[in-house]
């Protein structure tokens, strides 16, 4: 290819070339850049003639950069960042009048929480600016940083790498939510009841713990171990419902018997059963038994 003349090309046309590559659409790389669809169409066309190449061609999913536009789309992103760097020195940030336009990337729950509040103060503040939120997770949140297709990112997300910049912006508490006559809400309801029954996790890393019925994912694993800790070898360390198994296990009642007594499943029986044998340092079903004629929870 010819070299190119740079004093008859537009360097705005970098911008349009910039805002191509991360949305692979013509009419969102327009929106990026506040210009109509036709505007950034014939900026395009520009392009092509310049660099005598298609740059990028239509396909099923977007427009695809072609072999050259994936080789200038570096030299031309860190030009355009110099430019930015140069333009910007020794210029304040006034929110009360800058018009620029963010696009966000939130978690469903930081969309929930944050936003609402972050809108308000921006309208109120930064009337000029201009945000697009987009949903961001765990697996992507850093191709869309590194793409420059999201600016900030906010949720709970994994540790970035070192050429991104990481803030933390609150804490939050867990909650556990419960019908109003569920069992739990009449016994209390403590780290190990909580673990023994059965549970829904909403988890932002979506982990399984297989083969072990207290376990429903990372969270709850974490928890255990912190309980189990705790644990002291004394009756009293064991709740309501899991007294009640034990005392039912030493009076020779099958899982499927306690099951129907306590109206529970007997997959709940066999974790009470565990959870307590683990709070009392025992090992085997048969010291639970004798644990409970010692301790008078059943007639030996």
């Given at each position: 290819?010819?070299?190119?003349?740079?004093?008859?090309?537009?360097?705005?046309?970098?911008?349009?070339?910039?805002?191509?590559?991360?949305?692979?659409?013509v009419t969102r790389?327009?929106?990026?850049?506040?210009?109509?669809?036709?505007?950034?169409?014939?900026?395009?066309?520009?392009?092509?003639?310049?660099?005598?190449?298609?740059?990028?061609?239509?396909?099923?999913?977007?427009?695809?950069?072609?072999?050259?536009?994936?080789?200038?789309?570096?030299?031309?992103?860190?030009?355009?960042?110099?430019?930015?760097?140069?333009?910007?020195?020794?210029?304040?940030?006034?929110?009360?009048?800058?018009?620029?336009?963010?696009?966000?990337?939130?978690?469903?729950?930081?969309?929930?929480?944050?936003?609402?509040?972050?809108?308000?103060?921006?309208?109120?503040?930064?009337?000029?600016?201009?945000?697009?939120?987009?949903?961001?997770?765990?697996?992507?949140?850093?191709?869309?940083?590194?793409?420059?297709?999201?600016?900030?990112?906010?949720?709970?997300?994994?540790?970035?790498?070192?050429?991104?910049?990481?803030?933390?912006?609150?804490?939050?508490?867990?909650?556990?939510?419960?019908?109003?006559?569920?069992?739990?809400?009449?016994?209390?309801?403590?780290?190990?009841?909580?673990?023994?029954?059965?549970?829904?996790?909403?988890?932002?890393?979506?982990?399984?713990?297989?083969?072990?019925?207290?376990?429903?994912?990372?969270?709850?694993?974490?928890?255990?171990?912190?309980?189990?800790?705790?644990?002291?070898?004394?009756?009293?360390?064991?709740?309501?419902?899991?007294?009640?198994?034990?005392?039912?296990?030493?009076?020779?009642?099958?899982?499927?018997?306690?099951?129907?007594?306590?109206?529970?499943?007997?997959?709940?029986?066999e974790t009470h059963?565990?959870?307590?044998?683990?709070?009392?340092?025992?090992?085997?079903?048969?010291?639970?038994?004798?644990y409970a004629i010692?301790?008078?929870?059943?007639?030996?």
């Amino acid at each position: 290819m010819p070299a190119m003349d740079l004093d008859r090309l537009d360097l705005n046309l970098l911008r349009v070339f910039e805002a191509l590559m991360a949305e692979r659409h013509v009419t969102r790389a327009a929106a990026r850049l506040g210009l109509t669809q036709s505007a950034a169409s014939n900026a395009l066309g520009r392009l092509r003639a310049a660099f005598k190449d298609d740059l990028f061609q239509r396909t099923p999913t977007g427009m695809e950069p072609t072999a050259l536009a994936r080789e200038l789309a570096g030299p031309v992103g860190a030009a355009l960042d110099a430019m930015r760097a140069a333009v910007a020195l020794n210029r304040p940030f006034d929110p009360a009048r800058a018009e620029e336009s963010f696009t966000l990337g939130m978690s469903d729950y930081a969309e929930f929480v944050l936003a609402p509040p972050l809108i308000a103060a921006l309208r109120a503040r930064a009337p000029g600016v201009s945000v697009v939120v987009r949903h961001v997770d765990r697996e992507v949140v850093t191709v869309l940083l590194d793409e420059d297709r999201v600016h900030l990112a906010i949720g709970q997300l994994p540790e970035p790498p070192t050429r991104m910049t990481r803030i933390m912006l609150l804490r939050d508490e867990l909650a556990v939510l419960m019908r109003p006559d569920h069992p739990a809400a009449k016994e209390g309801l403590d780290l190990g009841a909580f673990l023994a029954w059965p549970h829904l996790l909403v988890s932002a890393v979506a982990s399984l713990a297989a083969h072990k019925p207290f376990f429903t994912g990372k969270v709850s694993e974490a928890l255990l171990e912190i309980y189990l800790s705790k644990g002291s070898a004394d009756e009293s360390a064991l709740t309501a419902r899991e007294k009640a198994v034990v005392q039912l296990i030493a009076e020779g009642k099958t899982n499927k018997q306690i099951a129907n007594i306590l109206s529970i499943s007997t997959k709940t029986v066999e974790t009470h059963r565990a959870l307590a044998l683990r709070k009392l340092n025992l090992d085997t079903t048969a010291a639970l038994i004798r644990y409970a004629i010692r301790n008078k929870l059943v007639e030996g």
